[in-house]
């Protein structure tokens, strides 16, 4: 059982033929466990001839120091913010882009993702879009105007990648709103839906969230 640092506990998957899988499972308390894990698997791989794919490491607990005091406590102020200040300065945020995905298990077509583009992006003004579709399975759609842009790209089976960017009028609420008219009357569903501020000057902060 691993219990405490430095003892881990990996699993390692060794394939060739179907008849010959099988796993290696390895408990260390080596210090350098990785280093030591790649000479391993090398090895194996050399004297059997099978592929090996480190699918699991798991780390013991790190020893707890009863009553633990710290020789110097550290606080905020302790640090220096020259860098975080100077890259706080530096942004420019000017827009928000949101990728969203989504999925279903009943067919699609290209109208279909057509019609719920022109839909969903009602919100907007002066849309403009443009379709293609001449190559491979699929289709990549793009809708523009003069604040923004959406582009919308399926597999030809059922996934379905949306990347949504405006300058201006665009937060949660309204994404969420964009998502739920695209959905419709399709059986999509979100599986992925992340977002972030872009601009220029290393820009990790939103644009409400500045003073600029």
């Known amino acids: 059982v691993v219990t405490s640092d430095p003892s881990v506990y990996v699993e390692v998957a060794l394939y060739g033929t179907a008849d010959d899988d099988f796993k290696l ?3 260390s308390e080596h210090d350098d466990i990785v280093n030591e894990l790649k000479v391993v698997t090398k090895f194996v791989e050399r004297t059997t001839g ?3 794919e ?3 490491i798991n780390g013991g607990l790190w020893k707890k120091q009863e009553n633990f005091r710290a020789s110097h406590p550290y606080s905020p102020d302790d ?3 020259t860098s975080p200040l100077e890259q706080w300065k530096s942004q420019h945020p000017l827009g928000l882009q949101i990728i969203t995905q989504m999925e279903t298990k009943y067919p699609l077509s290209k109208d279909v993702l057509t019609k719920s583009l022109r839909r969903a992006s009602k919100q907007f003004r002066l849309v403009k879009i443009e379709e293609y579709d001449d190559l491979g399975d699929g289709c990549v759609l793009m809708a523009t105007w003069t604040e923004g842009s959406v582009f919308v790209l ?5 996934h379905v990648d949306i ?3 405006a300058y201006e009028g665009l937060d949660e609420e309204e994404s969420e709103a964009f998502n739920l008219r695209f959905r419709g009357d399709t059986s999509l569903r979100v599986v992925l839906y992340d977002e972030h ?3 220029f000057g290393r820009v990790v902060n939103y644009k409400h969230d500045s003073d600029r």
């Open 54 to 56: 480190v699918r699991l």
């Open 50 to 52: 099978l592929e090996s």
């Open 197 to 199: 501020p872009r601009g």
């Open 25 to 27: 499972l390895l408990v």
């Open 154 to 158: 399926w597999d030809g089976r059922g």
């Open 79 to 81: 640090y220096d913010k």
């Open 163 to 165: 990347n949504l960017f």
